[in-house]
């Protein structure tokens, strides 16, 4: 199992920007691929972005594309999500999660481990 701690949501304004990190402890962090998902109050958990073991193939959801990028260092044992162009539908508890599974995947079942969240808040 791996480790995850999210840090880097907060309050931002629509079309403004934010860049969350995962760190990651435990075993070997480039032995997993990794993703970004996230949940808004009452719906369910949705899939964002996803990102390959070694960092050459992504993966994203149609309401993030060409708006958030997914990225990693598997030096520091970190992966990113900078987002853009927020919008208050983006609004959402942002859950970073590893899985064993080497090329990106947005089924949550295939994750094995997951942070505890960090809150995005975006005001219209």
């Known amino acids: 199992q791996v480790q995850l701690v999210e840090s880097g949501g907060g309050l931002v304004q629509a079309g403004g920007s934010l860049r969350l990190s995962c760190a990651a402890s435990?075993?070997?962090?480039?032995?997993?691929?990794m993703g970004w998902f996230r949940q808004a109050p009452g719906k369910e958990r949705e899939f964002v972005a996803a990102?390959?073991?070694?960092?050459?193939?992504?993966d994203y959801s149609d309401s993030v594309k060409g708006r958030f990028t997914i990225s990693r260092d598997n030096a520091k044992n970190t992966v990113s999500l900078e987002m853009n162009s927020l919008k208050p539908e983006d609004t959402a508890v942002y859950y970073c999660?590893?899985?064993?599974?080497?090329?990106?995947?947005?089924?949550?079942?295939?994750?094995?481990?997951w942070g505890q969240g960090t809150q995005v808040t975006v005001s219209s």
């Open positions: 435990g075993r070997t962090f480039s032995s997993y691929g």
């Open positions: 990102i390959s073991r070694s960092g050459d193939r992504t």
């Open positions: 999660a590893a899985t064993p599974r080497a090329l990106p995947t947005g089924v949550p079942q295939w994750f094995s481990s």
